[in-house]
């Protein structure tokens, strides 16, 4: 099984409020349907989520009764992205069931506490894919936070110890400065902890989930329940086959401890 996580910048426009990507879904589903792998799918919130998260400060918990709004809206977005993303797959053959955060997970201090997975075992094993996403859940001490689809897929690369864990982003893996701003970035084939602890310490990203930094800790703690942890460009036709069929491709790989 292949743990696959889209990325929310390259599911939405992460500039554009709610603007779904429903091209580059299908044919990322077409790439897995022709990689003839089981896979389970976590997917972001990109512009569904991050903007009005943040507006709210959502990820500091429930700090004042205003923040009620933004938790409404947000769920209310993930959810209609959500929505989108599974009829995407189902267009393209993909027979998928989403569980959601907000009525299966909860939070303690901002980190992913419980998750019914279960519920994950028992679709996978009636041969649907299961898929979810990073949501507002409850967190028991601060009344409410985000469950990035980070802490999910650390989540469920622990339980299920896939053959891999792909990373779908818009860039090529993970770069030496953000290639964006900088024309000398280098990609950073392997990263472990010592390339990881060298890194320079610029915020390339203020979503509410964290920086590259976070992310990477995930990647690192991941990269000790499976074989292999890749970040992909999924805007690059054919990578995301490449990465799941084991074709050579330019990829980012995260190596554990
Ligand atoms: C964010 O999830 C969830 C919300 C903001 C509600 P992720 O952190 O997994 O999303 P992306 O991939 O960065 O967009």
């Given at each position: 099984?292949?743990?696959?996580?889209l990325g929310g910048s390259v599911i939405t426009?992460k500039?554009?409020?709610?603007?779904?990507k429903?091209?580059v879904v299908?044919?990322l589903?077409?790439?897995?349907?022709?990689?003839?792998?089981?896979?389970?799918?976590?997917h972001g919130?990109g512009?569904?989520?991050?903007?009005?998260?943040?507006?709210?400060?959502?990820?500091?918990?429930?700090?004042?009764?205003?923040?009620?709004?933004?938790?409404?809206?947000?769920?209310?977005?993930?959810?209609?992205?959500?929505?989108?993303?599974?009829?995407?797959?189902?267009?393209?053959?993909?027979?998928?069931?989403?569980?959601?955060?907000?009525?299966?997970?909860?939070?303690?201090?901002?980190?992913?506490?419980?998750?019914?997975?279960?519920?994950?075992?028992?679709?996978?094993?009636?041969?649907?894919?299961?898929?979810?996403?990073?949501?507002?859940?409850?967190?028991?001490?601060?009344?409410?936070?985000?469950?990035?689809?980070?802490?999910?897929?650390?989540?469920?690369?622990?339980?299920?110890?896939?053959?891999?864990?792909?990373?779908v982003t818009d860039v090529?893996?993970?770069?030496?400065?953000?290639?964006?701003?900088?024309?000398?970035?280098?990609?950073?084939?392997?990263?472990?902890?010592?390339?990881?602890?060298?890194?320079?310490?610029?915020?390339?990203?203020?979503?509410?989930?964290?920086?590259?930094?976070?992310?990477?800790?995930?990647?690192?703690?991941?990269?000790?329940?499976?074989?292999?942890?890749?970040?992909i460009n999924g805007n690059?036709?054919?990578?995301?086959?490449?990465?799941?069929?084991?074709?050579?491709?330019?990829?980012?790989?995260?190596?554990?401890?």
């Amino acid at each position: 099984m292949i743990l696959i996580k889209l990325g929310g910048s390259v599911i939405t426009d992460k500039g554009r409020y709610r603007t779904f990507k429903e091209d580059v879904v299908r044919r990322l589903a077409r790439e897995i349907v022709s990689s003839e792998e089981r896979t389970m799918i976590v997917h972001g919130a990109g512009s569904f989520g991050h903007v009005i998260a943040k507006k709210y400060a959502l990820q500091n918990g429930m700090v004042s009764d205003d923040q009620a709004r933004g938790i409404s809206q947000v769920t209310s977005d993930v959810r209609e992205l959500d929505a989108l993303v599974i009829k995407a797959l189902s267009d393209e053959e993909i027979e998928a069931v989403s569980i959601v955060p907000g009525s299966s997970a909860t939070l303690r201090e901002g980190k992913l506490h419980t998750l019914d997975v279960g519920k994950f075992h028992d679709y996978y094993a009636l041969g649907i894919t299961p898929v979810t996403f990073g949501d507002v859940v409850l967190d028991e001490v601060r009344g409410i936070g985000i469950c990035s689809g980070d802490q999910l897929i650390a989540r469920l690369a622990e339980e299920f110890r896939p053959d891999k864990v792909i990373f779908v982003t818009d860039v090529d893996g993970v770069f030496t400065c953000d290639p964006r701003l900088d024309g000398k970035a280098k990609l950073i084939e392997e990263i472990d902890r010592k390339v990881l602890d060298e890194l320079p310490r610029s915020e390339w990203c203020d979503d509410v989930t964290g920086s590259i930094f976070a992310k990477l800790e995930y990647m690192l703690s991941i990269a000790t329940s499976t074989k292999e942890v890749m970040i992909i460009n999924g805007n690059e036709h054919g990578r995301l086959a490449a990465a799941m069929t084991g074709s050579e491709l330019i990829c980012s790989r995260v190596r554990g401890a």
